[in-house]
């Protein structure tokens, strides 16, 4: 497939699967919270109906008594035993009566002396109750809602009852009808009134109080609530069919957004892609008569945008091209000297030392610093220590613990920290030069932060970024540098290990103690050593055979190598004797260690597949600098010597060597 279907195609895809799975989304998003708004009205809807209800029940008695102005009146009429004259001093009444819908006179035996009402307001199909129906009923029952008999009275004593009534019909539903739901009146699982514009009484299954299931003409969720004690109840009504229909539309309006969206894409990705391609293929031309010798070969500049300076560039690269091949031609010889030179350089030094003091002061002159400190990680890494410094005072210098102070912090992140900065930056620590301007560089090798290159000035000129590139571009080439020391240092680690155990030998013991012993004189920290020896090993290789024998030096060099830090140094003295060189532990630490190397050896035997277990334990002798000695012979000895006594007090024990007497000195 060329690039510009696949551009083409890719402009596609990375249009529609958003817009796609984004349009899905809201569908379902709004889909869920119509629904959701819809159900969350249905409890208000109905319980505003049954408010209104209650209101206008409140009100019928008064509205009835209020109705008569004079119950002389009522009297008069009642007495002249004339329905029609009754019915008309009703109706009369009951248009100056707001609020009430039809008015019943009764006799003073109770029976019906006349009546007037309005129609109420019903779905065809359904017959509002007689009034002698209403009055043959509770107060409150299908369609109407009226008072109990109201006794009117004159001078002269009880002349009948007056009853008062509402319809419960459309009226009470009026302002209720909403866009995702239905309010309707229910008698006898009928609907009988509704503002929704239904044009017959329809039948409703599952009506029961509260909410639930119900089904007018198709399933929806509805709440119900009853009006009194009989069979008339509010339901507010949410069919299923508005959702999946809002589903629908929603769904075919995403389908042809996205038909019209895919053919706008293709459109405007072929024309993209075509723009892209047609450039790449001008220059591919190009390459290849540049490959080919014709540096006379030109691309139009069609344009001025970056496709134009594309291609001005490439006709300048064309221009210039025969010149610098004519000047590469000429500076090779020298080039190929200068890579003699750095080679050689590289090959002729494996000093630690040199190199680290080389990136420091060749940093220091590139960027024209007044001082500089090369901060190294300790064995733990957990603090950096000043290996070297240029126009600082060192005996200001100390640790500092990783993340602290402005070393600190480029060490911990392996990041470059400049001051002055933007909010004022971090704070050197007590323990770092201070300069009000400086540049910190981590310091990489092997893809890990050895160390840091902290560069300083007096004055108030900051370091700017052409410094700042100087100092990381010194830093990668003295991290290559750096690297290859380690690969010669590990070389020579390989000439300074046991060969039958792997544990370093007495040489590199001699090597480590050295720089234990400076760094313990610099920074006046203790450290010990530890003289370990296998008890009755004789034995064990007469017994067992050498084979055996040198299988448990091995195992022993483990376990004993598992129990210390990996700042110790473990040694193979000669033959069944080692020793343990623990940087910065007191006697009291160094005790601690030796008694659990002791037990690690003694309490698990050593075993072998098809060997039965052989028992083996240790004598250690303890020495600590500078209590029992100030030098390499004198600790050994010292620690020598404290071994010789747990092996005469019978073995299996650690013994400290004793101070030296008062006045004298041991020999180093």
């Not at 409140?58 to 035993?81: C, M, N």
């Not at 090993?537 to 598992?562: C, M, P, S, W």
């Not at 473990?570 to 002791?598: N, Q």
Request: hydrophobic letters at 40%; a negative charge.
């Amino acid at each position: 497939m060329s690039l510009q279907r696949r551009l083409t195609l890719f402009f596609i895809l990375i249009v529609i699967l958003p817009l796609g799975a984004a349009g899905f989304v809201v569908q379902d998003v709004v889909v869920e919270q119509v629904a959701r708004r819809g159900e969350s009205a249905l409890a208000p809807a109905v319980n505003s109906v049954v408010a209104r209800y209650n209101e206008r029940v409140s009100v019928l008695p008064d509205l009835t008594r209020a109705s008569l102005a004079q119950s002389e009146d009522f009297a008069e009429v009642i007495e002249e035993d004339d329905r029609a004259r009754t019915n008309d001093f009703l109706q009369k009444r009951l248009v100056n009566t707001n609020g009430l819908d039809f008015l019943i006179a009764l006799d003073p035996s109770g029976d019906i002396a006349g009546a007037a009402g309005t129609p109420g307001d019903f779905l065809p199909g359904f017959s509002p109750p007689t009034f002698d129906e209403i009055m043959a009923t509770d107060p409150v029952g299908p369609g109407f809602v009226r008072t109990e008999p109201i006794e009117v009275s004159s001078p002269d004593g009880s002349v009948g009852f007056l009853v008062g009534g509402s319809w419960v019909d459309r009226t009470l539903l009026t302002g209720t009808a909403q866009e995702t739901l239905e309010i309707h009146l229910v008698a006898e699982d009928e609907i009988i009134a509704t503002p929704q514009g239904l044009q017959r009484v329809m039948p409703v299954e599952g009506v029961q109080e509260g909410r639930s299931e119900i089904q007018v003409d198709g399933n929806g969720l509805g709440e119900v609530v009853a009006l009194g004690d009989n069979d008339m109840y509010v339901m507010a009504w949410t069919p299923y069919s508005q959702i999946q229909d809002l589903e629908r539309r929603i769904l075919g309006g995403l389908l042809g957004l996205l038909l019209l969206a895919v053919i706008a894409t293709a459109v405007l990705a072929f024309v993209l892609a075509r723009l892209i391609a047609s450039p790449l293929e001008e220059l591919t031309e190009a390459a290849r008569a540049i490959a080919g010798g014709h540096f006379d070969h030109r691309i139009p500049v069609r344009s001025n945008d970056e496709v134009g300076q594309l291609a001005l560039s490439f006709n300048e690269m064309s221009d210039h091209l025969d010149t610098t091949i004519t000047d590469l031609e000429s500076s090779r010889d020298q080039l190929q000297r200068t890579v003699d030179r750095v080679g050689a350089t590289l090959r002729s030094t494996h000093d630690m030392g040199q190199i680290l003091d080389s990136i420091l002061s060749t940093a220091s002159d590139a960027v024209l610093a007044d001082a500089g400190c090369l901060w190294l990680f300790t064995g733990t890494r957990d603090e950096l220590y000043p290996a070297l410094s240029r126009g600082v005072d060192e005996d200001a210098l100390d640790r500092l613990r990783v993340g602290e102070g402005i070393a600190g912090l480029a060490a911990e992140r392996g990041i470059t920290v400049k001051l002055p900065a933007d909010g004022g930056g971090p704070k050197p620590s007590r323990n770092e030069p201070r300069f009000p301007v400086t540049l910190a560089v981590p310091l990489y090798s092997a893809q890990r932060v050895t160390g840091v290159i902290a560069l300083y000035r007096e004055g108030a000129v900051p370091f700017d970024r052409k410094d700042l590139d100087t100092v990381v571009f010194l830093a990668e080439q003295g991290g290559v540098a750096i690297e290859n020391v380690l690969l010669h240092e590990d070389a020579q680690r390989l000439s300074l290990t046991d060969g039958l155990t792997g544990v370093w030998n007495r040489r590199y013991l001699q090597m480590q103690f050295r720089q234990t012993l400076a760094s313990a004189n610099r920074f006046d920290r203790p450290f010990s050593v530890l003289m370990l020896d296998l008890d009755n090993f004789k034995d064990v290789n007469d017994t067992y055979g050498h084979q055996r024998g040198d299988a448990i030096l091995i195992e022993f060099a483990e376990r004993a190598g598992a129990a210390l830090r990996e700042i110790d140094t473990f040694v193979r003295y000669g033959g069944e004797e080692f020793v343990c060189l623990l940087a910065e532990t007191d006697m009291s630490g160094a005790r601690t260690t030796a008694e659990k190397i002791r037990q690690t050896i003694s309490n698990d035997p050593f075993t072998a597949v098809g060997e039965s277990p052989v028992t083996v334990t240790v004598s250690i002798g303890v020495a600590c600098y500078p209590l029992h000695g100030s030098g390499y012979q004198s600790l050994i000895e010292a620690a020598d010597q404290a071994l010789y006594r747990a092996k005469e007090e019978g073995r299996d024990r650690v013994r400290v060597a004793k101070r030296p007497a008062p006045g004298l000195h041991l020999a180093t």
